[in-house]
């Protein structure tokens, strides 16, 4: 099927029967294999007035009457087989319409708009072709970043990269479908087409520099391919310098910046009680906001003794939080009082259009992980909001857009939390101060529903708990076919897009990345690559 | 057998069928063999479906002849008569007719004209007849005194060498079967099996 004539459809068969929220029938012609066939790709109809896309959700086998499977021919006989393929049994295939092309001048300039009906009674499908695809995804431009190609074709697939910032997004799949190197090149499609601005919360120190795939070879990040466009900060500077990291800013976080609420979204990861996140709340009004932390871990046994029973403060749960808060202690980046403002640092950094990777390095546990994406977003979401407020009011431009990356995203977003952290909020309030998420996960059902719902646009690899592939399609129209393409999809580099920022649902397989042609592709030049175009341009200016 | 030259004549004719005298004593068309008559101002195919020699005479019964003799053709040597009073008469059922310019895969508004001649098609015409397979739905419902599943493997194995590539004649064929038969399997696989080469 990788035809070299980009309108070549091949002709599968008819539409035999079907409804558009179920999907539409097709009866296989006999010269098509069942087994050629996939779900998840993409079919064109020819209805009478118009045409059709959709996808094939299921395959099956059917035979002409029941009694056959009793008495099945005998196929071990070629020309037997041959007879009965496409006659007394055939294969039929279930196709979602989801958008349609009309064939008047006003529809084609209108562009494929959603399927509000059903092609007629035996309308021909077709599998579609590479110029059907890139009609419906667009070519590659300045505001599409090309992610993949469809299955078995090789059409680009394009996200429209300023559609997709405008809301808050998802990249799910279980543990080594390719999440992160998913993440990576929408990364990129951000940060070249300048949809926004990053900052990348990166757990495992992959985003920034360098990761690894899974044969263990290096992988560039995104400095190493943008570095003027892209910061590199850290909380484990030692880490970094082992790894060779160019780092641009050590983060340190004082203990005078962690608010109660802070300790609160740690509750679990602490293994806190109850009691204990309100005794913190009672602590902060004893010391004050900024003091508490500082004075609560350098109480001694006595001076704690007596203050709690002057707050009237159980003694286990003082020992329950004393232990909790030492977790925190043990953290090197978190120190009395910082000398430097982080959230300024970042702020200036974003603020010139330069995207952030804030690496954990050896800090990857949730509860540091928790801590600084929280502590660090909250604050940088309250600066957007004030400057989106003024702008508002005069009448200025809103600043530029900004997408915080977050991994393990159930940590800060399942049902219990996401109401107070600012993740939650963010997620709910949609792009009002141009901020929105880019939430990974891999267990998307610890994600509230109603942050699931919000999102735009999801992406997702392959799942295979039930509970996790429901909740990504909560709320979605044609949601038990989806579901059983995205049980289909490989273990790897294969994922399903839906949602606002693509015109219809498209199974990819992920564009390569990783490899030096990819990032030849993506339009980096090798340090000699770079030295001789440097060269060139040089020569050139003395020739003329 | 010379395709195209004329090798009976109709005796007997109905709308759907047609008896035929050979002018040849045991020189009938094959089992399953396209013919056409040309009487009249359109032509009658059929297919073939019975093959019957027997005494012209009604209640003289045919007796053996040949104990004392090497060879059967020695009993025509020895009775020369014989040839006389015995006949090759063959039914066929009718499939088709032609008029015009057209082919008609359907049956003739009138019977076949008695007397007219019996001619057995050329490969060609057994071609252009066999493009649509409509007909095959007249063999299969008909209600023959012989298996009508042996004269429609007949049939299509015959006409199968009328093309180059005969078994894909065959498996199209077989798939119009295939739906024609679609009720009942078993004896789909019965007439399958006797389509192989
Ligand atoms: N787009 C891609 N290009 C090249 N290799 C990929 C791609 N996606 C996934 N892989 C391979 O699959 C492995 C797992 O991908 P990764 O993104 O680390 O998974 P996850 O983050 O979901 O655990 C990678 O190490 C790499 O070898
Ligand atoms: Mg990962």
């Known amino acids: ?544 | 057998m010379d395709l195209g030259t004329k090798v009976a004549e109709v005796i007997e004719a109905s709308s759907a069928e047609l008896m035929a005298q050979c002018y040849k004593l045991d020189q009938a068309p094959p089992l399953g063999s396209l013919v056409k008559t040309k009487g009249g101002s359109w032509e009658t195919y059929a297919v073939v479906y019975n093959v019957e020699t027997h005494s012209l005479e009604p209640g003289r019964r045919v007796v053996a002849r040949g104990e004392e003799m090497g060879t059967e053709a020695e009993i025509f040597r020895a009775n020369p008569q014989l040839a006389k009073l015995l006949s090759t008469d063959f039914r066929a059922l009718v499939v088709g007719h032609c008029q015009g310019n057209g082919l008609y895969h359907y049956l003739p508004p009138k019977p076949a004209p008695i007397y007219s001649f019996v001619y057995v098609c050329q490969l060609e015409e057994v071609k252009a007849f066999t493009q649509s397979l409509d007909f095959l739905s007249l063999l299969a419902d008909a209600r023959l005194p012989i298996s009508v599943d042996e004269v429609i493997a007949a049939c299509l194995r015959y006409a199968s060498r009328a093309y180059p590539d005969s078994q894909a004649f065959l498996i199209k064929a077989g798939k119009e079967l295939a739906w024609l038969l679609s009720s009942d399997a078993r004896r789909l696989n019965s007439v399958l099996k006797r389509l192989r080469q």
């Open chain 1, 1 to 544: 099927m990788n035809d070299h004539n980009l309108d070549e459809r091949t002709r599968l068969g008819a539409i035999v029967s079907g409804s558009l929220t179920r999907g539409v029938e097709v009866k296989l012609d006999a010269s098509v294999s069942v087994e050629d066939m996939a779900v998840g790709r993409y079919v064109a109809i020819e209805g009478e007035k118009r045409r059709f896309f959709g996808m094939i959700t299921d395959v099956s086998l059917e035979a002409i009457d029941s009694r056959v499977t009793i008495t099945p021919p005998d196929i071990s006989d070629p020309f037997i087989a041959q007879v009965v393929a496409g006659t007394t049994t055939y294969g039929k295939l279930r196709v979602l319409p989801m958008l349609t092309i009309g064939s008047d001048a006003v529809s084609i300039l209108e562009g494929p708009q959603p399927a509000k009906t059903v092609p007629t009674h035996f309308s021909e499908v077709k599998l579609a072709s590479q110029r059907d695809v890139e009609l419906v995804f667009g070519a590659e431009d300045d505001k599409r970043f090309y992610v993949g190609t469809p299955l078995d074709m090789e059409t680009k697939v394009c996200l429209d990269v300023s559609e997709f910032v405008k809301r808050s997004n998802g990249v799910f799949g279980k543990s080594g479908t390719g999440k992160t190197f998913l993440t990576c090149l929408l990364l990129i499609g951000i940060l070249q087409k300048r949809a926004a601005v990053s900052l990348v919360f990166d757990m495992h120190s992959e985003y920034g520099w360098e990761g690894r795939n899974e044969k263990g070879y290096k992988v560039k990040g995104l400095k190493q391919l943008f570095p003027s466009k892209v910061a590199v900060f850290t909380l484990d500077e030692e880490s970094s310098r082992w790894r060779k990291v160019s780092t641009d800013f050590v983060v340190k976080i004082g203990y005078d910046e962690i608010e109660p609420e802070d300790i609160e979204l740690l509750r679990q990861t602490l293994n806190l009680t109850e009691a204990s996140t309100q005794a913190v709340y009672q602590l902060a009004r004893e010391f004050g906001d900024r003091k508490w932390l500082e004075a609560v871990l350098n109480l001694s046994e006595d001076n704690g003794k007596q203050l709690i029973s002057k707050l009237n403060i159980h003694d286990s749960t003082y020992r329950n939080l004393r232990r909790g808060l030492e977790t925190l202690r043990r953290f090197p980046f978190l120190v009395p009082h910082a000398s430097d403002n982080s959230v300024q640092r970042i702020l200036e950094y974003l603020e010139r259009g330069i995207n952030v990777v804030l690496e954990f390095g050896r800090f990857d546990d949730f509860a540091a992980y928790i801590l600084v994406a929280n502590l660090l977003s909250r604050r940088i979401y309250a600066q957007y909001r004030e400057k989106a407020e003024k702008a508002g009011g005069a009448d200025m431009a809103l600043p530029h857009p900004l997408v915080i990356t977050i991994e393990e995203a159930h940590r800060f977003l399942n049902p219990e939390l996401s109401a107070q952290t600012i993740f939650g909020r963010i997620a709910r309030e949609m792009r009002k101060y141009n901020v929105t998420l880019l939430v990974i996960d891999q267990r998307p059902s610890g994600i509230d529903d109603e942050v699931m719902s919000q999102l735009g646009t999801k992406i997702t690899c392959l799942l295979d708990n039930e509970r996790d592939v429901d909740s990504v399609f909560t709320g979605v129209t044609g949601k038990s076919e989806l579901k059983s393409v995205l049980s289909k999809l490989e273990t790897k580099q294969q994922a399903l897009i839906f949602g606002h920022a693509v015109p219809m649902p498209v199974v990819i397989k992920t564009r390569e990345y990783g490899s030096a042609e990819s990032y030849k592709e993506l339009g980096f030049l090798e340090a000699a690559e770079l030295k001789r175009k440097a060269e060139k341009e040089i020569e050139d200016l003395w020739a003329t």
